[in-house]
């Protein structure tokens, strides 16, 4: 009799157990997110990494892993088969993903959702200076990296130098970032493009060691282009924003987003939005350029909101243009 009674009491003992241990798993789990960016050593590795600290400030229930990335144009295409999936996107490649165009011709991208924007990226042509280049069509039979491998930069530059009428006349060679200031530095390229914006690491470092020499897009040449891509504007990078850089240099900005899918939860979508802009200072202080931080740059992001996002906004009294809710 005392024996089934002791064994009752370790039934019960191990049910209260069981029923702890999944109460405490519950309580403690967290959703996991994937945030595709960039190149580690870009600055959008770092916005995104403040990104990152910014939701899981304000939301303790979502862990946020930040993940190395080729470029946007992967980071779009990668959209198609992740759950769970944020990622940072310039919007060219965004509005040519939806209508199906270039480097995103086979389509499938129709579920791809705005969150929130970031500062936009700032297209930098760089040269060694003693290779005597002053003009990009002094590119000509030179070896030149248009950017990083799968990287938005990489295809502007190399759609930039087909207006230009120069693409099939430079010896175009395919490189990560990394590989490139390499490249540079070893005299195996006379130079390449990246998209960051100012003052990029990655060109700080390399001019603070090696001359080099930043190109300016003319405006004859800068109007070509932009027919065709009307997102862009001019943007001057200033005198001193580099080392041994003492001259202003005409170059152009492409707005950047953060982007997710319709299949993300939308109670996730509206956490993750109000916890970056609730702690954006976090963000701010990654980069000197996170203080163009523009909320109302949302509506130039080329897709529909996420429901969660839209909500979000809904919530902070923001004015959200028809073109902006998504249908289904």
Do not use: C
């Not at 005392?2 to 959703?31: A, E, M, P, W």
């Not at 199906?100 to 500062?119: A, H, M, N």
């Not at 987003?257 to 200072?281: H, V």
């Amino acid at each position: 009799m005392k024996s089934t009674k002791f064994n009752s009491r370790i039934v019960f003992v191990l049910v209260l157990l069981i029923l702890f241990s999944s109460f405490t798993t519950l309580s403690f789990s967290k959703i996991r997110i994937s945030l595709k960016s960039a190149s580690s050593a870009s600055t959008y590795y770092a916005f995104s990494v403040g990104m990152s600290k910014a939701i899981m400030s304000g939301a303790p229930d979502i862990d946020v892993i930040v993940e190395e990335s080729l470029g946007s144009v992967a980071n779009v295409k990668e959209s198609k088969t992740r759950q769970n999936f944020v990622f940072t996107s310039t919007v060219s490649n965004i509005l040519k993903a939806l209508k199906e165009e270039g480097k995103f011709e086979e389509g499938g991208y129709e579920k791809i959702r705005t969150l929130w924007p970031i500062p936009g990226i700032v297209m930098h042509w760089l040269v060694r200076e003693d290779s005597g280049i002053e003009t990009f069509k002094e590119l000509v039979g030179k070896p030149f990296i248009p950017g990083g491998l799968g990287s938005s930069g990489e295809a502007i530059t190399l759609e930039l130098f087909e207006n230009m009428g120069i693409l099939d006349e430079i010896q175009i060679k395919k490189a990560s970032l990394k590989e490139a200031v390499d490249a540079v530095k070893n005299r195996k390229v006379v130079g390449f493009a990246t998209s960051s914006p100012p003052p990029s690491p990655m060109v700080v470092e390399l001019s603070s060691s090696t001359k080099i020499r930043l190109l300016s897009l003319e405006d004859e040449d800068f109007a070509k282009f932009k027919e065709k891509n009307p997102v862009f504007t001019r943007f001057i990078i200033l005198p001193n924003t580099y080392p041994n850089i003492n001259y202003p240099v005409k170059s152009f900005s492409n707005p950047v987003g953060t982007y997710t899918i319709s299949d993300l939860p939308e109670e996730i979508a509206y956490k993750i939005t109000k916890a970056f802009w609730e702690n954006r200072k976090i963000m701010e202080g990654m980069h000197p350029f996170g203080k163009f931080l523009n909320m109302g740059d949302v509506v130039k992001l080329g897709a529909p909101l996420h429901l969660g996002a839209l909500r979000y906004y809904k919530e902070i009294g923001m004015d959200i243009p028809d073109s902006l809710i998504p249908k289904n």
